[in-house]
């Protein structure tokens, strides 16, 4: 089995990660407390970013369909929800140094633009169309064969689920809203690539053929064998986050409801008679 590393992509990854331990240590000096739970997700989504992009699945992902699907899906759609859970409010507001939050703040046509793409009736229909682009052949073969346009492709997917995630997970916020409605739109976001999934698994012919050939590929696939496993793969995801995501919410609005109730109640004691 190869393994490849790429320096930039280490460099980059080391370069996010002292930002975010210089946040947490910013925060701490505030007197802040910054949850074990949520530096854990923050590394989680870098181990994953990391792994993604280094090691066996970059040194297969121009031989074998598969290994390039579990790399964008590490990269994207596991990666970047726990990095924006990494960095929920206070973390957020210290991240990037001050002289670069000064000039994002003058900014008002980039904040305005970013409120927009993070709706989430814009943000889901963005995040569809990113996926479905990036899987014609044109463009999904044209990577295999352009670093350049390669690198672009996992850049439109990680900023794709960033942006997807952010109404969800509300990383601007302290605490996430418990809202049941988040429910349906992971469950509609992970449908629209289920569906390109189960186009994998069930196409007859041989896809990106242009790229990755018709003949035996390593590691022993066969070419319907490695395009199946990449749509089984698709699926098999997009099912576990729909679970996760039915349960996880369900449970935050109960938390939800819990708090909203301590709080009628607490105002009802105060009030006068």
Not at 218 to 234: E, I, S, V, Y
Request: hydrophobic residues 55%.
């Amino acid at each position: 089995m190869r393994f490849a590393f790429d320096p930039v992509v280490l460099l980059l990854v080391a370069l996010a990660c002292w930002l975010y331990l210089r946040a947490v240590a910013i925060v701490r000096r505030r007197g802040l407390r910054i949850g074990r739970g949520q530096q854990a997700c923050w590394w989680i989504g870098i181990a994953l970013l990391t792994v993604a992009l280094n090691g066996p699945l970059d040194a297969y992902d121009g031989e074998l369909m598969s290994a390039h699907m579990a790399q964008h899906l590490l990269l994207g759609d596991l990666a970047a929800p726990f990095l924006l859970a990494g960095l929920r409010a206070p973390l957020l507001l210290f991240y990037l140094p001050r002289p670069a939050l000064v000039l994002l703040a003058r900014r008002r046509w980039l904040r305005r633009i970013f409120r927009q793409l993070r709706r989430p009736l814009v943000a889901l229909p963005l995040y569809v169309l990113t996926i479905y682009a990036w899987h014609a052949s044109v463009l999904f073969e044209g990577a295999l064969s352009n670093p350049f346009l390669h690198a672009l492709q996992h850049e439109f997917f990680l900023v794709a689920n960033l942006l997807l995630w952010w109404p969800v997970l509300e990383p601007q916020k302290r605490r996430m809203p418990g809202d049941l409605w988040k429910i349906g739109y992971i469950f509609a976001a992970r449908m629209s690539t289920m569906f390109l999934g189960m186009i994998f698994v069930f196409t007859k012919g041989v896809l990106y053929a242009g790229a990755y050939g018709t003949g035996e590929r390593p590691l022993g696939f066969t070419p319907r064998a490695d395009q199946g496993t990449a749509g089984g793969l698709m699926m098999t995801l997009d099912i576990v986050v729909i679970l996760a995501a039915l349960a996880w919410f369900f449970y935050q609005a109960s938390q939800q409801e819990d708090r909203d109730q301590a709080a009628a109640a607490r105002r009802g004691a105060a009030s006068p008679i």
